[in-house]
């Protein structure tokens, strides 16, 4: 099964809303990392957090890791129609043998 | 610089054929992954390389599927004989691999493979 688990599975916004997705996972993680993918690329890092941090800022992203409740989310303000992309949340943890384990994703669509 | 170079972007084979896809990571980068990514579903890894030397191929389906890193630079993954459930896109990344990662991979844009 895998590790990371993103909530929502799509989600549907207006250009200028925030877009928040979240991201649960199982076993203790040693770090996280979000990742972006447009239609038909490959995947494109965004931000990586550490098991002791709790929030970490880039740009108009913001991401928030909640070890208590292995959780953690990915918040995009004042969104654009060029933000329309699969975003996908991967951990690492010592039982993965310290690879990274991708979640299914959140797609995501800024509507114009 | 130059990003993850994959080769190459589409590919169409019929069921049992061969098929191998080519792979060259980001000068300097000793950690190369091959991860295979599904429709609608995240990638799911199938072996990393530190240098030329696979150190987890747990994933890798072995009856069928192999890979090699010569020199430990780029990176062929093979296929044979391919079956239609190897329909998918196959993603290689590479990273800069120590024990406290300060920044995540960088993925190639993919081979798209279509088995009929």
């Known amino acids: 099964s895998q590790q990371g688990e993103e909530d929502p599975q799509a989600l549907s916004i207006q250009e200028g809303e925030n877009a928040t997705m979240n991201c649960s996972y199982k076993?203790?993680?040693?770090?996280l990392q979000w990742y972006r993918q447009n239609s038909g690329r490959g995947l494109v890092h965004l931000i990586l957090i550490r098991s002791n941090e709790r929030e970490k800022h880039s740009g108009r992203l913001r991401v928030t890791l909640d070890t208590s409740k292995k959780s953690s989310s990915l918040l995009i303000t004042a969104s654009r129609a060029a933000d329309t992309a699969s975003y996908f949340c991967?951990?690492?943890?010592?039982?993965?043998?310290?690879?990274?384990?991708f979640g299914p994703g959140t797609r995501l669509s800024v509507l114009p | 610089e130059a990003g993850v170079v994959q080769s190459p972007r589409y590919k169409i084979i019929e069921k049992k054929q061969p098929v191998a896809f080519w792979c060259n990571p980001i000068s300097g980068h000793n950690t190369l992954y091959w991860y295979l990514q599904n429709l609608g579903q995240g990638p799911e890894l199938l072996i990393r390389?530190?240098?030329?030397?696979?150190?987890?191929d747990s994933q890798l389906p072995k009856d069928r599927f192999s890979a090699e890193r010569l020199k430990g630079v780029d990176s062929t993954l093979k296929i044979q004989p391919a079956e239609l459930g190897d329909s998918a896109v196959y993603l290689c990344?590479?990273?800069?691999?120590?024990?406290?990662?300060?920044?995540?991979?960088?993925f190639g844009s993919g081979t798209r493979l279509t088995v009929v």
């Open positions: 990344a590479s990273s800069l691999r120590d024990r406290k990662p300060n920044y995540g991979y960088t």
């Open positions: 991967a951990t690492d943890a010592k039982d993965y043998g310290q690879n990274f384990v």
């Open positions: 390389y530190e240098n030329e030397e696979a150190v987890d």
């Open positions: 076993t203790s993680i040693n770090n």
